[in-house]
């Protein structure tokens, strides 16, 4: 079976091909960012119309670097939501009606399904059950996946995502959008420790989180080294910023990872979505073991990562869960898009 993945929830166009024999033998991507940087964010329309203008050549790009034809096409998946309605629109439609052409079924997928199966498509897979966290620009949620469109919601973010976070934190440093990455690089020259900035909802015992209030530390930080240094913020005192910024973050992400496990009982965690890209993330996930209570030895986590291409959005995450839903035999639900649409609506 070979499908082929369409994207286009916010500013990534991306279009691959999976083979359920083979794996992922197209993938291809193009990026709004520039486009999007000189508003500061993403502006809806422009991202609408820029998904129509690449998705015909990126799907011819991807069927020659598969070597493929459009009539090898057996399915195609598209991301129905959540995400920027015009922007799903654009995708949703070209995916129906290239569907619709080739006489094929279309496979409508949640985005968020997406990410949290991409790590099944790095060379070392996750076995089932594990603790998903999905970290994106949107989203930062804990779910408990015990197959294929079987999961749980365990508690997310009641504010702004941790990527939101990054973005909103990055800006007001003056950094050009999208600054989560951007950020992420300064913090390694940061000095550790130059600020306490605070851990939100560390000890509620719940999986919830909170990453609003950090970013209003930050800037009244911000504000008072300004104000000492005669309106500027000097590149070293920026770094230790960003590196104080990463290093709460990556605690709280790190003590409700810690959490999440021994709540399900699941060794294995698998980490999904834009700032899974994070290397700080990245290294203390890695590392993580937990404890069942204060005198048992710590027991040893697995903790898989998408490769880093598939962290942020694309094409084959949505091209593999949709593999995924054909060998479910998983009928299409007709020809819409789901801009709102909560993750547990779709457990099986
Ligand atoms: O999953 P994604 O591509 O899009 C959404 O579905 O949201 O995630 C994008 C988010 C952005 O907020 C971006 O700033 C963040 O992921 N991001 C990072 C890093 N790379 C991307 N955040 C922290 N560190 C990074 N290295
Ligand atoms: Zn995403």
Redo the contacts with the bound molecule.
């Keep these: 079976m070979l499908v082929l993945g369409i994207e286009s929830s ?1 500013d990534e166009t991306g279009v691959a091909l999976y083979s359920t024999k083979h794996g992922l033998i197209g993938n291809r991507l193009h990026t709004q960012m520039a486009m999007h940087a000189e508003y500061g964010g993403v502006v809806p329309e422009l991202a609408s119309r820029d998904h129509i203008r690449r998705l015909v050549p990126l799907t011819q790009a991807c069927l020659h670097e598969a070597g493929k034809n459009y009539a090898d096409i057996d399915a195609v998946a598209h991301t129905q939501g959540p995400g920027l309605g015009g922007a799903l629109l654009a995708g949703s439609a070209y995916a129906n009606a290239l569907a619709f052409s080739l006489g094929k079924p279309v496979i409508p997928v949640h ?1 968020l399904e997406g ?1 949290l199966l991409s790590p099944l498509l790095a060379e070392e897979k996750p076995g089932f059950p594990f603790v998903a966290l999905l970290v ?3 989203h930062t949620q804990f779910m408990a996946v015990r197959g294929i469109g079987n999961y749980e919601l365990l508690g997310e973010s009641v504010d702004d995502a941790a ?2 976070a ?2 909103k934190t990055a800006k007001l440093l003056g950094l050009p959008y ?4 951007k ?2 690089e300064l913090a390694k020259l940061g000095r550790p420790d130059a600020f306490a900035f605070p851990r939100p909802m560390l000890h509620s015992r719940d999986l919830q989180m909170s990453f609003s209030g950090l970013k209003t530390a930050v800037l009244t930080v911000v504000q008072n080294v300004r104000a000492e240094h005669g309106g500027s913020l000097p590149d070293a005192i920026r770094n230790d910023i960003c590196r104080a910024f990463q290093d709460a973050v990556v605690d709280v992400l790190l003590a409700k990872s810690r959490q999440a496990l021994l709540h399900t009982g699941y060794r294995t965690l698998v980490v999904a ?3 899974g ?3 700080k993330l990245r290294a203390e996930l890695a590392a993580l073991q937990v404890r069942p209570n204060p005198k048992a030895k710590p027991e040893a986590v697995r903790t898989y990562f998408p490769p880093l291409p598939l962290c ?2 694309n094409g084959a995450m949505i091209a593999f869960a949709g593999a995924m839903h054909l060998q479910q035999a998983q009928p299409a639900a007709g020809f819409n898009v789901r801009p709102r649409w909560p993750l547990a609506e779709i457990v099986r």
Excluded: I, K, Q
Aim: with cysteine.
């Design positions: 916010c985005h990410h994106s620009g949107g990527g939101e990054f973005d999208p600054g989560g990455a950020l992420s979505g834009g700032v890209a994070n290397w942020t959005d």
